[in-house]
């Protein structure tokens, strides 16, 4: 047989722990929709990649096979097709003034999540580095 007391103390923390379970719950909701605001209004990103553009590649159904299947050239192929390189270029474009900076930092995030490697890029460990003369050519290229 039990006491009141005991039956009292074992109620009382029944009750903090569901009371921790509640507010734990609580957290991870409001921290996840906190994430989620920011990355869908482009406060923040996933992996470097905005939220337009991810949409952009997944609502087209060859980009989405391509990236699911992890073909990277034709992944490539499909975003460069759906101008994903200038809408993360028109993202970033604020922060980063040096054009040449600029397209290096697209193309890293682009071989990082594809694989694939830009005509004008070497691959030097995990990094892409521009190959000689071409910076000259970013700089000068308004369009680029």
């Not at 993202?91 to 890293?108: A, C, E, F, G, M």
Request: proline share 3%.
């Amino acid at each position: 047989m039990y006491s009141l007391q005991s039956i009292q103390a074992r109620q009382k923390s029944n009750k903090k722990i569901a009371n921790a379970v509640i507010v734990g719950a609580m957290g991870t909701t409001m921290a996840i929709a906190t994430w989620v605001v920011l990355f869908t209004t482009g406060a923040i990103t996933l992996g470097g990649v905005p939220y337009s553009v991810l949409i952009k590649v997944w609502q087209n159904p060859a980009a989405r096979s391509a990236l699911l299947s992890g073909e990277a050239t034709e992944l490539h192929d499909l975003m460069d097709n759906l101008g994903i390189e200038y809408d993360i270029k028109v993202y970033y474009s604020n922060r980063i003034k040096d054009p040449v900076k600029l397209d290096q930092h697209i193309h890293q995030i682009l071989f990082d999540r594809t694989g694939y490697v830009g005509a004008n890029y070497v691959v030097r460990g995990r990094t892409l580095v521009l190959k000689d003369g071409k910076a000259e050519k970013l700089r000068n290229c308004p369009s680029c």
